[in-house]
């Protein structure tokens, strides 16, 4: 029995796992943008995470002066945001997605195909609910299924998810995944493209392939350096993506390929470097807004609908051509805070998507 997907934590375990004054785009972004629809932002200044978004009452401004509980300024009206969630999707909703495991279980149910699986528990949480899906449970589950895909059930950008192909590789990933979640997910491994489709309400707002983290050969360079030159390359553009050589990820993929770091791959020869697409890990994203079928942009509207959010990321895996209606695809996951930090590092196109995306956002909210 699961009965739940993760912890809650407060901001001084958030803190544990990452820094202070976070390098987070959206409340910058909200901040610089709302003056546009006559809106402010207030951040609250120590953790730089969470804020208020002030709204002038219909067909008023916002004043500058400060709140008042006299009254004085009730015309405005107040949203509140923390981290990528904002007041837009109701709370009972955005919990189901923020569970992997559940919204598969909705989404099925509603006759979409989203990925199987199983979940398995920490040491702990299955003394807890007295539970035996432990990580040798997980292994037993996966013998006959290698290779497997395991994961935490919260969380997003990407974090520890591996691709296994033994028991050694599950087991070793089960216990970084559970130094950060209760619950970890076992699903097969799909093949095709990834491909995220941002939704608010009945419209596509943004969409785009992410692509894993990967390096092309120029003939000279090993692989190491061109993953160092491409970091250089995050850094200049201010993308904050750290590359992290010492993750076993990327040397159990290069193991798989019968590659090293010293490898030098040739003039024009790409090199994967991990399975998953996560732009949070390094991976790329190619915008595919205009190109998308309008049958896919249907397709996400009506499960974001169904699954009752406004604003939510569909990660579709297909081999099927998006400029074509779907024929063999599979939902990965949906996500009801679709955090753009680093898409909008992408380039002036993306920001100005970004930027456009969250002004149709705030006057939802404002609505």
């Known amino acids: 029995m699961k009965l739940c997907g993760g912890w809650g934590v407060g901001k001084h375990d958030d803190f544990m796992q990452k820094r202070k004054k976070e390098s987070i785009m959206l409340p910058r972004l909200l901040k610089k943008i709302a003056p546009r629809i006559g809106a402010s932002v207030l951040i609250e200044p120590e953790w730089g995470v969470a804020g208020r978004i002030r709204f002038p009452a219909k067909g008023g401004s916002v004043s500058g002066g400060k709140d008042s509980p006299s009254g004085k300024l009730g015309a405005s009206r107040y949203s509140y945001f923390r981290y990528n969630t904002l007041d837009?999707?109701?709370?009972?909703?955005?919990?189901?997605?923020?569970?992997?495991?559940?919204?598969?279980?909705?989404?099925?149910?509603?006759?979409?195909?989203?990925?199987?699986?199983?979940?398995?528990?920490?040491?702990?949480?299955?003394?807890?609910?007295?539970?035996?899906r432990d990580a040798k449970a997980a292994?037993?589950?996966?013998?006959?299924?290698?290779?497997?895909?395991?994961?935490?059930?919260?969380?997003?950008?990407?974090?520890?998810?591996?691709?296994?192909?033994?028991?050694?590789?599950?087991?070793?990933?089960?216990?970084?995944?559970?130094?950060?979640?209760?619950?970890?997910?076992?699903?097969?491994?799909?093949?095709?493209?990834?491909?995220?489709?941002?939704?608010?309400?009945?419209?596509?707002?943004?969409?785009?392939?992410?692509?894993?983290?990967?390096?092309?050969?120029?003939?000279?360079?090993?692989?190491?350096?061109?993953?160092?030159?491409?970091?250089?390359?995050?850094?200049?553009?201010?993308?904050?993506?750290?590359?992290?050589?010492?993750?076993?990820?990327?040397?159990?993929?290069?193991?798989?390929?019968?590659?090293?770091?010293?490898?030098?791959?040739?003039?024009?020869?790409?090199?994967?470097?991990?399975?998953?697409?996560?732009?949070?890990?390094?991976?790329?994203?190619?915008?595919?807004?205009?190109?998308?079928?309008?049958?896919?942009?249907?397709?996400?509207?009506k499960l974001t609908r169904d699954m009752n959010l406004r604003l939510a990321g569909v990660d579709i895996m297909t081999g099927s051509d998006i400029t074509k209606p779907p024929k063999a695809y599979h939902i990965l996951e949906i996500n009801a805070a679709p955090g753009l930090d680093h898409y909008v590092k992408g380039g002036k196109t993306q920001q100005k998507i970004v930027e456009n995306l969250y002004l149709k956002v705030l006057r939802h909210i404002a609505q």
């Open 139 to 301: 292994a037993r589950y996966a013998r006959r299924r290698y290779p497997v895909v395991v994961k935490p059930n919260s969380g997003s950008q990407g974090g520890d998810i591996h691709v296994v192909h033994n028991e050694r590789e599950l087991l070793q990933a089960a216990k970084r995944i559970f130094k950060r979640d209760r619950i970890m997910l076992v699903q097969p491994q799909l093949k095709g493209r990834d491909y995220r489709l941002v939704v608010l309400d009945d419209e596509v707002i943004s969409a785009y392939e992410r692509i894993p983290l990967s390096v092309v050969g120029d003939g000279r360079s090993t692989i190491l350096q061109l993953l160092k030159k491409k970091q250089r390359a995050f850094d200049k553009d201010k993308r904050d993506t750290r590359i992290k050589l010492a993750d076993p990820r990327i040397r159990a993929k290069l193991v798989r390929q019968g590659l090293a770091l010293p490898y030098k791959p040739d003039k024009g020869e790409r090199v994967f470097l991990l399975d998953n697409a996560n732009l949070s890990s390094g991976g790329d994203a190619v915008d595919i807004t205009r190109e998308l079928h309008p049958a896919w942009k249907k397709l996400a509207v």
């Open 88 to 132: 837009l999707n109701p709370v009972g909703a955005s919990d189901v997605a923020k569970d992997k495991d559940y919204a598969a279980f909705f989404m099925r149910a509603l006759g979409y195909p989203a990925v199987r699986g199983k979940a398995f528990f920490s040491d702990d949480w299955c003394e807890t609910i007295q539970s035996e």
